[in-house]
């Protein structure tokens, strides 16, 4: 019945919170990563704009005289001003931005990790590959195998 329902979810919840072999699964998720700037950084119009516009366009290829042309800036003025308010280059912020989706389509669809790699905006697998692996740890397969690992756990 419903009720029951509610009360074994919230019985698992307890049980997860009270647990100290919970890892996290996630570094971050595609909507937490932009959070995380918006909140450490005091947010200017110049880089909200840059936060929407890759927001917008992560998943096709970008270059960075765009975005500096859309900010009345040069792409070495550009590439120094995000860098300062975001501690990295913009490179690795799209890389992460790009792994952080491909993160949640790995979990929350069935796509062939080839689908999710071009949806998240790689152009081939290889560099999918070897991103993934860098900021997660784990190859894509082995991320989403574990993921269903940790959700089974949990059911029984």
Known sequence: SPPNRLISLLDILI??????????ILSSTFEETQGQYINKIKMSNRIN???EY?????HRKIYVNEIASILNMSVTSFSRY???CTRKPFSIYLIE??????CKLLIQTD????QICFESGFENLSNF?????????V??????????LHEQDLLN
């Open 54 to 58: 890759v927001t917008n366009n992560f």
């Open 97 to 102: 931005i790009r792994i952080s989706y491909a």
């Open 15 to 24: 049980k997860i919170s009270e647990s100290e072999e919970t890892t996290s």
């Open 49 to 51: 704009t840059i936060f």
């Open 139 to 148: 190859v894509p397969k082995e991320y989403r195998s574990r993921f269903y």
């Open 129 to 137: 590959y070897k991103f993934f692996k860098k900021i997660m740890g």
């Open 82 to 84: 995000f860098k300062h």
């Open 111 to 114: 796509l062939s990790i080839s």
